[in-house]
Nanobody, 117 residues
């Protein structure tokens, strides 16, 4: 099993920045992908960004390209989401997700990001 602990959410004004962290523990040997999703009120959960742990290849939602950066520390292991130029529309609960080559699909408890106008 894998446990994920997220941190870094909070309240920020539009144009500000936040950095989310997600620390993984447990059976980590099969993890090959770490990512962040978000769910805004009344909307479906959507992918924000993901990174392949072996080679660092990243993917982003079009709406965050150029403003958000995903990175990982394979030693800890932890995945980060640096969010710059935040907008009120970015308000959501952000969830950490890890996937493994054996079908592992684990989720964090979520951290709330609120962007005020």
């Amino acid at each position: 099993q894998v446990q994920l602990v997220e941190s870094g959410g909070g309240l920020v004004q539009a144009g500000g920045s936040l950095r989310l962290s997600c620390a993984a523990s447990g059976s980590l040997f099969t993890i090959n992908r770490m990512g962040w999703y978000r769910q805004a009120p009344g909307k479906q959960r959507e992918l924000v960004a993901a990174i392949i742990t072996s080679n660092g290849i990243t993917t982003y939602a079009d709406s965050v390209k150029g403003r958000f950066t995903i990175s990982r520390d394979n030693v800890k292991p932890t995945v980060y989401l640096q969010m710059n130029s935040l907008k009120p529309v970015n308000t959501a609960v952000y969830y950490c997700n890890v996937r493994g080559v054996d079908g592992l699909d684990a989720w964090g408890q979520g951290t709330l990001v609120t962007v005020s106008s």
